[in-house]
Structure formats: structure tokens, C-alpha cells
């Protein structure tokens, strides 16, 4: 069944779309990830134009992170204060990222721009992902425990000006730091259409030192506003958002979601992360494929409408 | 029926310019369209048009031949072309093109170079080939024109983009040509069926009718046919590019209420 995707102005199976915002949310759920970063790529991979497919992806998350976040915002494992500080750099950043985006739109670059951000991001978390699940998986198989491994002190960092107290952190940092991850973490959610948890949640745990039980509340906090800002910037500066696409996609997103939470309680964790890192490695394969193999049609068309 | 006078006006008018077509042949093809809209929902994968109409050949020598051309509203469009730089492929090169029709059809009794020549077919913009269009300077690309130093690599450039143009909507079907499209039947009726795919662009179609024998024009009719996108999607389109802050601020809403709504929901389950 067809149907008609006003502002990429295609047609699109539904079972697909919904199929495939299924299989991205079951994923998600299960590896507890946002998904932002394999639902864009696919998106593009069946023919949505990759402006509309980062700007309603990003109208998606917003969904997701609602109906995640949800749950930690009723455990009360949010930090309101830290969540507010992230998402001030945040939404600086996706008004930087989307200014980016227009403007290599207008030249004609904003399509490498998504490929090359999604090829050196992919590939660097998915090869640490995948470095660091197969050492855990040989120190089990040899019986010893897992070391946790401590990160150097960085306290410096976190002794900048401009201290603040977290008290759901127990932290009393400078909000410098915040506030640069959340600024660096809004521009890759405007160009990349993803939540960006995947860099939040290390940076929250290893820079900044939060505790993990408020971590993925106050990431998730964070996107909801983020993506927002990101969804209604992409609307005014590009008229990217497709809002049939994102529904469609959320309706099988959230779904998914549930499901697969249910499915990871019952799988490994290292075994899980190597199979994700396996995923995240052969998605930045084929863009990076796409982008140095000489495409079959070198010339590409943009309406310019009729303008005199 | 104004509508049908204004046709008969601009008929009258066109044979006027035309000069060289004698009044009398005036109506020499009499033409109509099955329906004068398409309306674009959410459920739309295309449509079928029936084009239709009666020749009168009084000339008893040579073959007569029907030609009917669909052409959407025109636009001016960006082409850009990849070069290899640094090892991967980026679009290095632009030109805008324009106005050219966003949808162009044409289907014929015979290949069209078996029924008029060249030239004839170039007055009329008979065939993508023969499209005219201007080339319009790039406001965004080239702040420099030492990238096309004189009008001889500008005009090449421009024959090769077009080439291009005409290429790549054809592969999306949205620019066709049909050498055995239209049926004669019985020396007096024809008929021509169009399919008209999805992807669409929307605004005033031209239809145009000609009758040729001997390789010139002589009977012409000319139509109009709407395409509109209605619903749902008109709405939101028009939302997107009038509203666009209040139709981002829908697109957030109606994340939240869905991911709140499955959430709770899933809960009680």
C-alpha cells in the first residue's frame, strides 16, 4: 500500500516505513539505543531525499525519547539543573547545526555533509564498540571478571569557572563542559537526525562524572528538547520535516521499542554490544561504499521553482 | 462554455501567427481530455488519461499523423554534476536550467522524425530535445566566472546538462516520449492513453494537439489540465511552506502525544 510523503514528495510503501520504524525501534529497545543513527542512513538507502530523511528523523526521536524518558522522569532519575544545562548548549548547537545544513543546501553539499558526518561517526563508535564487547567477551570465556576500566582524571575540566551543584549528581563542576558537549551534540542532531545518546552517555559518564543510575534520564531529558528545537528549526530554515514520514516511522518506532526491550533483557550484554558494533560498522561500510564508488548517475536535479 | 470559446480564441489566434495554416483547416482536429484535473492524496500511485479527439483529412495524398504533448508547469531547475575529489565522489559543477516543464509527454502516431522534420518539430517544442530553455546564472555556486571563460563552452554546457536533465526525468517518468502512443482509428478517430506517475509536480498542465501531414502542422488544439494535491498532504504541504513555524511546533506535538500515549499505554498492558 502506497502512500504519498507531501514534503519528499515521493510515494512510499507503508508496510515498509512502518516495517522498518519497527525493526529500528526493536533494535533501539533491545540494545537500549536511540536508533536515530540507523533509521537515518536506511531512510536514504530507499530513496528519501537525505535532507528530509535527517530533519524527520529528528521529529521521530522526539517521540522515542518521550516515551523513554518517560518512565526515568517518573523514577525521578533526572538531573533537572544538568538536563537544563545540556540542553541550553544543545539548542545553540542545532541552530548551528541547521544554519550548516541551509547553507551547504544552497550549494549543494548538504548530502555529503550527512554522509561524511554519518561514515566518520559510525565507524569510530562502532569500532570502539566492537574493540571493547570482543575483549569482554575473551575475559569472560577465560572466567576472569571484567575490569572496569577507570578513565584518566579529567578534573581539570571539571574545574573550569563558572561551577555549579548538581544536586541529583552529586556534583559541584563548572558548566562549561556541560554545556560545549551539549552545544557539540545539538550541531550532530541537526546534521545527522539522531538524539546523539550515543555521545551524551559516555561524555556523561566518563567526563563529567555523573552517576549512571541519572544518566539515561537526563540524556533522554535532554534529547526531547534538543530534537525539538532540531524538528521546528529544520521546519522554519529548510521545510524538511515531513510529519506523515515521521509519524509513520514512530508508529512502528515506539512499538518496536517495547519489544525489544523485552527481547534484550533476555540476550548477553557484551554479546549484544558486538552484534550492534557489527550493525553500526557495515551501515558506515555502505555509505562510505556509496561515496567512493563512482555513482551511475553523476548528475542530480533540484527545483528551483519559478522564481523570476 | 467560455472555456471551450477561449480554446477556440487561442486556436484562432495561434493559426493566425502560424501564418502558413490556412483558416479553413481551422478545425481540422477537434481534441478533448477524459478528465481536466487529477487530484494528488495519500493514496495516489498515478493515473491514466484518455486523450482523444476526430481529424478531418481532406488532402487524399500523404499519411496523417497526430501528435499529443502533456507538459507541466514550468520551473528552472539546478543540475549539478560529481567529480572525484580526494577520492570520493561530490557534486563539483552546477548549472540552472529553466523554464522547463516539470512533466513533458509525448506520444505519436509514428516515430517523430518519421513525421515532421527537424525544424518543424523545434518551432513547436515537439520532443524533450527540443525544449527551449535559457541558462540562468547560479546565484549560490559562482562567484567567479572564470569557470566558464566564453559562451562556447557555456552553450556546450548547457546542451550536455540538458541531455542530463532529460535523462534523469525519464528515469523518474516523468518526462516520456511514446513513438506509437496515439491510434488512429478508422481515418477519422484518435485516441491516446497517458499514464501519469506519482511524484507529479502540481499546478496548470498545457495539452497540446497537432495534426500534421506532409510534415507541417495542420490542425492544432490546445487544453489545459490541473494537477492538485488535495487532503491531508494540501494541507500539510501548504502548512510547511506558509506556516512553517506553527506546522514545526504540530510535527512536536504530535511526537509528544504518541510517545506519552504508547508509553502509558504500554504500562498498563
Redesign the interface.
Known amino acids: 500500500m502506497q502512500i504519498y510523503l507531501p514534503i519528499a514528495e515521493m510515494s512510499a510503501n507503508i508496510v515498509t516505513l512502518i516495517g522498518m520504524g519497527g525493526l529500528v525501534g526493536f533494535m533501539s529497545g533491545m540494545f537500549g539505543v536511540g536508533g536515530g543513527f540507523l533509521m537515518t542512513p536506511l531512510l536514504i538507502f530507499i530513496g528519501i531525499p537525505p535532507a528530509v530523511a535527517v530533519a524527520s528523523e529528528a521529529n521521530q526521536i522526539v517521540a522515542s525519547s518521550v516515551s523513554g524518558g518517560l518512565a526515568h522522569w517518573q523514577r525521578r532519575a533526572v538531573d533537572i539543573r544538568m538536563g537544563l544545562i545540556l540542553m541550553s548548549g544543545g539548542i545553540a548547537g542545532s541552530y548551528a547545526g541547521v544554519q550548516l545544513f541551509k547553507l551547504l543546501r544552497a550549494l549543494g553539499h548538504v548530502d555529503l555533509l550527512i554522509s561524511l558526518s554519518y561514515v566518520i561517526f559510525l565507524s569510530v563508535i562502532g569500532g570502539l564498540m566492537l574493540r571493547e564487547s570482543l575483549h569482554a567477551i575473551r575475559e569472560t570465556r577465560r572466567g576472569r571478571p571484567i575490569r572496569v576500566r577507570r578513565p584518566g582524571q579529567h578534573s581539570w575540566i571539571l574545574r573550569l569557572p563558572l561551577r555549579m551543584r548538581f544536586r541529583q549528581s552529586r556534583l559541584y563542576i563548572s558548566v562549561i563542559p556541560p554545556l560545549l558537549i551539549g552545544f557539540l551534540v545539538g550541531v550532530l542532531s541537526a546534521i545527522m537526525g539522531v538524539g546523539g545518546g550515543f555521545i551524551m552517555v559516555p561524555a556523561m559518564i566518563y567526563l563529567l562524572r555523573m552517576p549512571t543510575n541519572v544518566v539515561i534520564g537526563t540524556s533522554l531529558f535532554q534529547i526531547i528538547f534538543v530534537t525539538s528545537a532540531v524538528t521546528i528549526l529544520h521546519a522554519v530554515e529548510n521545510q524538511t520535516v515531513d510529519i506523515v514520514l515521521a509519524v509513520l516511522l514512530m508508529i512502528g518506532g515506539v512499538i518496536g521499542a517495547q519489544f525489544g526491550a523485552i527481547v534484550g533483557q533476555r540476550l548477553r550484554g557484551e554479546e549484544l554490544r558486538a552484534l550492534l558494533a557489527l550493525i553500526v560498522l557495515g551501515v558506515a561500510s555502505k555509505l562510505l561504499l556509496d561515496l567512493v564508488f563512482q555513482p551511475e548517475e553523476l548528475f542530480s536535479i533540484q527545483r528551483m521553482g519559478t522564481g523570476s | 462554455m467560455t472555456h471551450k470559446t477561449l480554446l477556440f480564441r487561442c486556436v484562432l489566434g495561434l493559426l493566425g501567427m502560424m501564418g502558413t495554416i490556412p483558416t479553413a483547416h481551422a478545425n481540422a482536429l477537434v481534441a478533448d481530455l477524459s478528465k481536466d484535473q487529477i487530484r494528488?492524496?495519500?493514496?495516489?500511485?498515478g493515473e491514466k488519461i484518455l486523450l482523444f479527439g476526430a481529424i478531418e483529412t481532406t488532402a487524399t495524398q500523404g499519411a496523417s499523423d497526430v501528435v499529443v504533448v502533456v507538459r507541466g508547469?514550468?520551473?528552472?531547475?539546478?543540475?549539478?554534476?560529481?567529480?572525484?575529489v580526494a577520492?570520493?565522489?561530490?557534486?563539483a559543477e552546477?548549472l540552472?536550467l529553466?523554464?522547463l516543464p516539470?512533466y513533458y509527454a509525448v506520444a505519436s502516431t509514428r516515430p517523430l522524425d518519421e513525421i515532421a522534420p527537424v525544424s518543424e518539430r523545434a518551432k513547436h517544442e515537439i520532443g524533450p530535445e527540443n525544449l527551449r530553455f535559457n541558462l540562468l546564472e547560479d546565484i549560490?555556486?559562482k562567484p567567479d566566472s572564470a569557470a566558464h571563460p566564453d559562451d562556447g563552452t557555456q552553450a556546450e554546457d548547457g546542451a550536455l546538462?540538458h541531455d542530463?536533465?532529460v535523462?534523469?526525468?525519464s528515469?523518474q517518468k516523468l518526462y516520456s516520449v511514446d513513438p506509437t502512443g496515439v491510434r488512429i482509428i478508422g481515418a477519422r478517430l484518435f485516441r491516446a492513453e497517458l499514464t501519469l506517475p506519482?511524484?507529479l509536480?502540481f499546478g496548470t498542465y498545457i495539452t497540446e494537439f497537432f495534426l500534421f501531414q506532409d510534415g507541417r502542422v495542420i490542425g492544432y488544439q490546445t487544453g489545459e489540465l490541473s494537477v492538485e494535491?488535495t487532503g491531508?498532504?494540501?494541507l500539510?504541504?501548504v502548512a510547511?511552506?506558509d506556516m512553517?513555524?506553527l506546522?514545526?511546533?504540530?510535527?512536536?506535538f504530535?511526537?509528544?502525544v504518541?510517545?506519552?500515549g504508547?508509553?502509558?499505554l504500554?504500562?498498563r498492558v
Request: glycine share 12%.
Open positions: 494528488v492524496a495519500s493514496n495516489f500511485t508547469p514550468a520551473e528552472n531547475f539546478t543540475l549539478r554534476q560529481k567529480k572525484r577520492g570520493i565522489w561530490v557534486n552546477a540552472t529553466g523554464p516539470g549560490a555556486q546538462y542530463s536533465f535523462r534523469i526525468k528515469q506519482s511524484g509536480p494535491i491531508l498532504e494540501h500539510l504541504q510547511a511552506h512553517p513555524l506546522y514545526g511546533l504540530f510535527g512536536v504530535i511526537a509528544g504518541m510517545g506519552w504508547v508509553a502509558t504500554f504500562r
